[in-house]
C-alpha cells in the first residue's frame, strides 16, 4: 500500500510539473500525507480536524507558496518577473500586471480556504445529523435507526472528501511548482 501511494503521488507530480518536478517529491509526499492523515484523523470520535483549522492551514499554504515562488526567483532570476507581464499593449499593462500579482497572491489563501471550508462543511453536516439523531432517540428507537442511514452515507462520503482534498492539495501544489520551473511568458 505504502508503494501504490508512492507511486500515486509521484505519477500526479510528474503529471502536472514535469520532470523537473520529480525534485520536489518528497517535500510534496509529506505534505500530501500531512493533509490525508490530518483528513481522516478528523473523522474518528473525539478527533481534531486538523485541516479544518484555518490558521494552520494558511500558515502551510503561505509557506509553501512563499518557498515555490522563491524556487521560481533562483531559478530563473529576474526572468521570473515575466509572469507577471502577459502580452498585451502597454496602456493595458498598467491595468493587467497588478491584477497578475493579485491573482498570484491570492492563489495562497484560495489554497487554504478550499481545504479548510470544505473539510468543516462537511463535519458541521455530520454534527448537525448526529444531533438530530441523538434527538430522535427520546421520540422512537425506530425513527432513531432510521435516522443513522443517511449518517452513514454522509460518513462515507466525508472519508471521500478526505482523500479528494487531499489529492486537490497536491495537484494545486504541484501547478504551482510546474508555474515556477517553467516560466511561461
Partial sequence: MAEKSYSFVLFIIEQQSGKEGLNYTPLLYGVFFF?????????LPFGIALTSQISLILFLSISLSLGIMLIGI????WSFVKIFIPEAPLLLLVVLVPIEIFSYIIRMFSLAIRLSANILAG??????????SISTISVSPFLFLLSLIPLFFIFLLEIGVAFLQAYVFLVLLSIYLSS???VKH
Fill in 180 to 182: 515556477s520551473l517553467e
Fill in 74 to 77: 533562483i531559478k530563473h532570476s
Fill in 35 to 43: 493533509v490525508i492523515t490530518g483528513n481522516l484523523l478528523s473523522l
Fill in 123 to 132: 463535519h458541521t453536516l455530520v454534527n448537525i445529523l448526529s444531533s438530530f
